[in-house]
């Protein structure tokens, strides 16, 4: 079964927008990680923003947030200001207790129009 | 400060050939992975090393793959008897510590089979 889906194949958005990534995610385990990557055509994984489950609040890193509601079980990534430096395909991925590796869901791409 | 460092950043061989694949981890970093990104596929777990700890190896798709890090540092990631479906982006990553720290990833191998 798949533990991390990303709905959205692909999204423009306009220059200066905010945009909003979806995430939704299946685990039985309480303690868990979700991670958001962005990776631009020349192939490099960047980090963007953790939340953690036991967070009490949402996740922000600059003109990043994360949007998590965990009855839900969605952690949906918000670009804020979108630039054109922001075309890039996003991962959202979970680690969960106990495990090492990070499950990725199959990624959206972001293009930035000016 | 230097990243994960991936050698070569692409590779071109024969069906039937073995290849090894490089990562230099950031310093101080404990843990290692390796990713597999494929058109098909997706993102998908290898190999997990941390310190002197067995390796996870549960991600490796068949015998023909083997991983070793030496000293806690560098890795490699062999392919035996390489195959066309082997054809994809090999991504390493490494984190500090347990836990959710995020992993950080070099710019990977490109690796083609012909």
């Known amino acids: 079964a798949q533990k991390i889906t990303q709905t959205q194949p692909g999204m423009f958005v306009q220059e200066k927008e905010a945009v909003t990534l979806d995430c939704t995610y299946d685990?039985?385990?309480?303690?868990?990680?979700l991670f958001w990557y962005k990776q631009p055509s020349s192939g490099e994984m960047i980090f963007l923003i953790y939340?953690?489950?036991?967070?009490?609040q949402n996740a922000t890193e600059g003109r990043y947030s994360l949007n998590f509601q965990k009855a839900r079980k969605s952690a949906n990534l918000v670009i804020s200001a979108s630039q054109l430096g922001d075309s890039a395909m996003y991962f959202c991925?979970?680690?969960?207790?106990?495990?090492?590796?990070?499950?990725f869901g199959a990624g959206t791409t972001v293009t930035v129009r000016a | 400060g230097a990243g994960v460092s991936q050698s070569p950043s692409n590779k071109v061989t024969e069906k039937g050939k073995d290849v090894e694949l490089r990562c230099d981890p950031i310093s101080g970093h404990t843990a290692l992975y390796w990713y597999r990104q494929s058109l098909g596929q997706g993102l998908e777990f290898l190999i997990y090393?941390?310190?002197?700890?067995?390796?996870?190896k549960s991600g490796l798709p068949s015998d023909r793959f083997s991983a070793e890090r030496t000293g806690g540092s560098v890795s490699t990631l062999t392919i035996q008897r390489t195959q066309q479906e082997d054809s994809a982006v090999y991504l390493c990553?490494?984190?500090?510590?347990?836990?959710?720290?995020?992993?950080?990833f070099g710019d990977g191998t490109r690796l083609s089979i012909l």
């Open positions: 991925a979970m680690r969960e207790s106990g495990r090492y590796k990070l499950s």
């Open positions: 939340q953690g489950s036991y967070d009490q």
């Open positions: 990553a490494t984190s500090a510590t347990l836990g959710n720290q995020p992993q950080h």
């Open positions: 090393f941390q310190g002197n700890s067995a390796p996870d």
């Open positions: 685990t039985s385990d309480p303690s868990y990680g």
